[in-house]
């Protein structure tokens, strides 16, 4: 029989056996608890092996090395944590379901697809907070471009920005079949997923004087602060 193990992850206590734990060859797991593991985990002052990560996820990768079983919940979180337990089967399952699929495969090539699209997130919260002091709100412009021609229109109205001394952040464009929208719709979700409250909106046309057609490519990201 497989010897029984207490385990600690992150002040989680479980207990499951060396052979539960080793299911996966080559996985850190099994590489923990291996007879020839040069470094086991440490012990806590009970005596039982402590990993340092979010225990409240632990016991779905249990439950997938002793049946097989899928998480039905926090699939982003377990994912995580299969990846980083290098459980790579249950990666793969993981990466099947729409949740993953949707975010890794769909929308995350998608974003890789936007020239400098990360840089571009850290400098509107940059200017955000910039204009945050004494304010309840701060509004970022935002110029998105999906084509070589969308930014041809806009050529002349981001001038007339500059000249203004207005600083805009400039998406785009890219060569994959999401629209302005979709973008707008990523550069929130992205935002709010740092912990911010942020909503879009077309630009006030008296915000500046562009021409008529370059109006639907500019945008006012809205941060509200309390």
């Not at 919260?125 to 021609?149: I, K, P, Q, Y």
Request: glycine residues 6%; proline residues 5%; hydrophobic residues 40%.
């Amino acid at each position: 029989a497989s010897a029984v193990v207490k385990l600690n992850v992150g002040g989680e206590l479980f207990t499951t056996t060396v052979g539960t734990l080793r299911k996966i060859p080559g996985s850190k797991l099994a590489g923990m608890f291996c007879t020839l593991a040069k470094a086991s985990p440490s012990k806590d002052e009970e005596g039982r092996f402590f990993i340092d990560r979010p225990g409240t996820y632990f016991g779905a990768i249990l439950d997938y090395l002793r049946s097989g079983q899928m998480p039905k919940q926090h699939i982003p979180e377990v994912y995580r944590e299969a990846q980083f337990f290098e459980i790579t089967p249950l990666v793969k399952l993981l990466e099947d379901t729409p949740q993953i699929f949707g975010e890794q495969v769909a929308r995350k090539q998608f974003l890789l697809r936007v020239p400098s699209y990360s840089e571009n997130l850290e400098l509107m919260v940059r200017l955000a907070r910039a204009e945050a002091m004494a304010a309840r709100h701060s509004n970022v412009l935002v110029c998105v471009v999906h084509t070589e021609g969308d930014a041809a229109h806009c050529e002349e109205s981001l001038r007339v920005l500059e000249a203004t001394k207005r600083l805009v952040v400039k998406f785009g464009p890219w060569k994959a079949s999401p629209v302005i929208r979709d973008l707008l719709d990523s550069v929130k979700m992205d935002i709010e997923a740092q912990g911010y409250q942020v909503a879009y909106d077309y630009c006030s046309k008296k915000t500046f004087q562009p021409k008529a057609n370059a109006h639907e490519y500019f945008y006012t990201f809205r941060f509200t602060w309390w």
